[in-house]
């Protein structure tokens, strides 16, 4: 069975610009999360996504929004990119009322 | 808010036993977990605790005191690919289950 996928793999943007990552989880798991990891620290929440509503928000600004399909996978939107933007962006996907969450190889962007 | 403390570096010999600590401070707290992450790649999955006392999965074992806030992972026989960094995260009940990460602690395996 095929784990989490994510695409792309990198991106290279500038600031300003815009920016759509996709996260397709799972099969049978309806739930998704989307965490920002900046080198050399542990991943931060930035949404979760259950059944296309969102569950959770974390502490991002409003640049950041998501949405999840009828088919559970989901994307993350980052508008008006800054360089702090630059980071790994993980997407993990459980079944509700499991424990482990599974990550995808996440997404790694870099803002110029 | 979460809190969430682990060492940043350690450093341990091949076949020795190595202790990675964690403290937490949380509101709603719902389980602990410990994730291995190989530099580039994503997290994986080591354990989860939720109630006091120790788990034990082959090499890897963890231990919880909710009381203390206190959680710690141990890695028995330690082998050089267990050079990674080890991610403890707390989850909230109160906010959704969402999982808030420690900064992970970056362990150097040495022969």
């Known amino acids: 069975d095929a784990g989490v996928t994510q695409s792309p793999t990198h991106l290279i943007k500038t600031r300003g610009q815009q920016v759509t990552l996709r996260c397709s989880p799972i099969?049978?798991?309806?739930?998704v999360s989307w965490y920002q990891q900046v080198l050399g620290q542990g991943p931060q929440f930035i949404f979760q996504?259950?059944?296309?509503?969102?569950?959770g928000r974390g502490n991002f600004p409003d640049r950041f929004s998501a949405r999840q399909f009828p088919n559970y996978s989901s994307e993350l939107n980052v508008n008006a990119l800054l360089l702090g933007d630059s980071a790994l962006y993980l997407c993990?996907?459980?079944?509700?009322?499991?424990?482990?969450?599974?990550f995808g190889p996440g997404t790694r962007l870099t803002v110029l | 808010g979460q809190n969430i403390d682990q060492p940043t570096e350690m450093t341990a010999t091949e076949g020795a036993i190595v202790q990675i600590n964690c403290t937490y401070q949380t509101s709603g707290f719902n389980g602990l977990f410990w994730y291995q992450q190989h530099a580039g790649e994503a997290p994986t999955f080591l354990s989860y605790n939720v109630l006091d006392g120790l788990e034990e999965k082959g090499r890897f074992s963890s231990f919880l005191s909710r009381s203390k806030g206190y959680s710690y992972l141990l890695l028995k026989e330690l082998q050089m690919k267990d050079s990674a960094s080890y991610l403890c995260?707390?989850?909230?009940?109160?906010?959704?289950?969402?999982?808030?990460f420690g900064g992970g602690t970056r362990l150097m395996v040495k022969p």
């Open positions: 996504y259950y059944e296309k509503e969102e569950r």
């Open positions: 099969s049978g798991h309806k739930s």
């Open positions: 993990a996907s459980s079944l509700e009322g499991y424990n482990e969450q599974f």
């Open positions: 995260a707390v989850r909230d009940g109160n906010a959704g289950n969402m999982l808030t």
